[in-house]
């Protein structure tokens, strides 16, 4: 079982930024790719960043240039840096890993960016 936790969502003006976290803990493969994917009101779930876990990282073309995902595997932690924030970038974002098998989820974190 793996328990996820995200943080760092809330409002923002266009432009500015957010920096999101989230924590993992329980039974985690190391070679775990981490994932960041968000769900704005009325759409589907859409892939925003995963990072490998020898560092290597993929975004979804909307938010390739302003976004950074990162991983610290000592803390089982994933972020994500973003910046630029456009009205668009609204929505819910979860957190994902897939481990031994299963794919888990955070609850999500909200995100709302303001024009």
């Known amino acids: 079982q793996v328990q996820l936790v995200e943080s760092g969502g809330g409002l923002v003006q266009a432009g500015g930024s957010l920096r999101l976290s989230c924590a993992a803990s329980?039974?985690?493969?190391?070679?775990?790719?981490m994932r960041w994917y968000r769900q704005a009101s009325g759409k589907q779930r859409e892939l925003v960043a995963g990072?490998?876990?020898?560092?290597?990282?993929t975004y979804a073309e909307s938010v390739k240039g302003r976004f950074t995902i990162s991983r610290d595997s000592a803390k089982n932690t994933v972020y994500l840096e973003m910046n630029s924030l456009k009205p668009e970038d609204t929505g819910v974002y979860y957190c994902?890993?897939?481990?031994?098998?299963?794919?888990?989820w955070g609850t999500g974190t909200l995100v709302t960016v303001s024009s």
């Open positions: 994902n890993i897939f481990s031994y098998g299963i794919d888990y």
């Open positions: 329980g039974r985690i493969f190391s070679g775990s790719v």
């Open positions: 990072v490998f876990s020898g560092g290597s990282t």
